[in-house]
């Protein structure tokens, strides 16, 4: 079992950066993929970013790619977003989510845990 709490949202104007932070608790953290989505208002959620258990291999959606970048430590059982260069229309509920397996994966229905969210609202 996994539990996951995120923080670090906010808002921030357009072109600022914030950092989501996501706290997990249980033993099989270290061995779980981690990933990262995010739910607009009026929209489905999406896939924002994925990492391995080892933090050795990453992916991303492709309108974060080069602004976004994900990272874990699993000593301290966090996993982090680094969110560079925001837009508008990155504004919306973010999610950190696991999975029992390690591999990387950009669709949630292959996350086991997922955290209740932070709101990242960014203004033009």
């Known amino acids: 079992q996994v539990q996951l709490l995120e923080s670090g949202g906010g808002l921030v104007q357009a072109g600022g950066s914030l950092r989501l932070s996501c706290a997990a608790s249980?033993?099989?953290?270290?061995?779980?993929?981690m990933g990262w989505f995010r739910q607009a208002p009026g929209k489905e959620r999406e896939f924002v970013g994925t990492?391995?258990?080892?933090?050795?291999?990453?992916d991303y959606a492709d309108s974060v790619k080069g602004r976004f970048t994900i990272s874990r430590d699993n000593g301290k059982k966090m996993v982090y977003l680094q969110m560079n260069s925001l837009k508008p229309e990155d504004t919306a509920v973010y999610y950190c989510?696991?999975?029992?397996?390690?591999?990387?994966?950009?669709?949630?229905?292959?996350?086991?845990?997922w955290g209740q969210g932070t709101q990242v609202t960014v203004s033009s």
């Open positions: 989510a696991a999975r029992r397996n390690g591999n990387t994966y950009k669709y949630e229905g292959g996350y086991d845990y």
């Open positions: 249980g033993r099989t953290f270290s061995s779980s993929a």
């Open positions: 990492i391995s258990w080892t933090g050795g291999s990453t």
